[in-house]
């Protein structure tokens, strides 16, 4: 393998978040019935005529300008034809030569580095039905749902060069629409999902080699093990005197393996032509800085606000800039405590795994931004230790009360009172002779007994710096 490289684009469907399909009224909601959000123009009844959804372009133009596209003033939609049974018109309205957004970017971070993926172009698409084949009889149903459900497809650059690039690639484009409130971005459902070109060629060579497509992959890790297999499969190919033949194929997680599907289709098998049903798309100058206004901050721009104000680690900040709920929750408890570290690893630890244990997410998080920063000033100011502060959280996510209520009502308060503190060393000291003359003895690795036994008995309420300090001194004099 170490004597070839691969060649990898990917042809991402991103399913956007519209009430209604991008050319009829129907809903575009998940879940429901077979056949319930249907109409006339989705069951393409003679003499029904396509309406362009607007938030559809919108949503387009949005996802353009977060990824460096050029926006097309003019855009055509086209017909795309094919004869499948959940596709009741026998073509599929998509955008072919003049598509809405050219010439893109994403950067990535993959072991450390940053790579930039080009994005040839982003086209606006409508969704097929779903065929649904049955095991028990030879026969296969359709649900029409989903036809007509709005789609941008996003195609990249043949740049990427291994499995781990595309998934990073992956990661970061469903950052961004889930940051642009464009789409859900849950690939299991197929809100967002890739069809992936894979072609292999010697190092050093400048051709590119026979490429195949591996169809549907609705999950990061199908993503990067299809991957995986097809570079080394083709590299067997053709180390053994085959050739690679251009074609479809399907990654069978079972066997993972991919399989053959189909010969390869090329544009012209499509037959495309621009759609005599709908106009031209012109966006001025005006529409598109009225959508740019929307924009919110982008996970590549948090990541550097993260890291060059804030100074946190980098793994840090890239689990709280996954998800723009989570930047906006560290934003907000920055700003009514300015601690960032100590706010960083309380939600990247406690908070996380404790909405992980539960099974939930942040927005049903009982933890307020506020109640967070203030059990962190809590610590900080000396009003609880850090090991009081984990039962205080816990309280504070079973109901939901402010830190500060918790520590009054339970009396877990800090005991920092230098004369109850030395009471209770003396105590200890006193019920533990044997283990005083180990430490007079040099055996000061003793020294973690005593505080646990004075932490012990004042239930971990004495100030643990203040505690240290003074057993230190009482020991040694």
């Not at 559809?56 to 855009?75: Q, Y």
Request: negative net charge; aromatic residues 8%; contains cysteine.
């Amino acid at each position: 393998m170490k004597d070839f490289e691969a060649v990898i684009g990917l042809e991402v469907h991103v399913q956007l978040a519209t009430h209604s399909k991008i050319f009829a009224v129907s809903s575009t909601k998940s879940g429901a019935e077979p056949n319930t959000f249907t109409d006339p123009v989705t069951l393409a009844l003679p003499g029904c005529l396509p309406v362009l959804n607007k938030r559809v372009l919108d949503f387009a133009i949005k996802l353009g300008l977060a990824t460096n596209c050029k926006i097309m003033r003019e855009s055509i939609l086209a017909r795309k034809h094919y004869h499948y049974p959940d596709l009741p018109k026998g073509y599929q309205i998509s955008q072919y030569d003049k598509p809405i957004c050219l010439a893109g970017h994403v950067n990535v971070r993959v072991g450390g580095d940053v790579k930039r993926i080009g994005l040839t172009r982003i086209h606006l698409e409508e969704d097929a039905g779903k065929s649904v084949h049955l095991d028990a009889a030879p026969i296969s149903l359709v649900d029409l749902n989903r036809a007509g459900v709005p789609l941008v497809e996003i195609v990249s650059e043949p740049d990427i060069r291994n499995a781990e690039e595309a998934g990073a690639y992956m990661r970061q484009l469903r950052q961004i629409v889930r940051y642009l409130d464009i789409c859900d971005g849950n690939m299991e459902e197929g809100s967002l999902r890739c069809d992936a070109n894979v072609s292999v060629r010697k190092i050093g060579a400048t051709e590119f080699g026979t490429k195949v497509e591996i169809k549907n992959l609705n999950s990061f890790r199908y993503v990067e093990k299809a991957i995986d297999y097809e570079i080394e499969r083709q590299i067997g190919v053709i180390t053994s005197g085959g050739t690679i033949v251009q074609e479809t194929r399907l990654w069978d997680d079972v066997s993972g393996e991919t399989r053959s599907m189909r010969s390869k289709e090329y544009a012209d098998d499509y037959r495309y032509f621009p759609d005599p049903d709908l106009l031209p798309l012109i966006v001025d100058d005006d529409w598109i800085d009225n959508v740019r206004k929307t924009l919110p901050e982008l996970p590549e721009q948090a990541y550097r606000r993260f890291t060059n104000t804030y100074k946190l680690d980098p793994y840090i900040v890239e689990l709280l800039t996954e998800e723009k709920l989570v930047s906006s929750y560290f934003d907000q408890a920055v700003s009514l405590h300015n601690n960032p570290t100590s706010i960083a690893n309380w939600i990247t630890t406690e908070l996380f795994g404790r909405l992980n244990k539960e099974g939930t997410n942040l927005t049903e998080c009982p933890v307020s931004p506020e109640n967070l920063a203030q059990l962190v000033k809590l610590i900080d100011d000396g009003t609880i230790s850090g090991k009081i502060a984990k039962t205080v959280f816990d309280e504070m996510f079973e109901t939901g009360g402010s830190p500060a209520h918790i520590v009054e009502t339970k009396g877990l308060r800090q005991v920092s009172d230098s004369g109850l503190i030395r009471e209770a060393i003396n105590a200890v000291i006193t019920a533990n002779p044997e283990q005083v003359q180990s430490y007079k003895s040099g055996k000061t690795k003793v020294f973690g007994f005593f505080v646990g036994q004075v932490m012990k008995d004042t239930q971990g309420k004495v100030n643990p710096t203040l505690l240290n300090e003074l057993l230190k001194k009482t020991l040694d004099s």
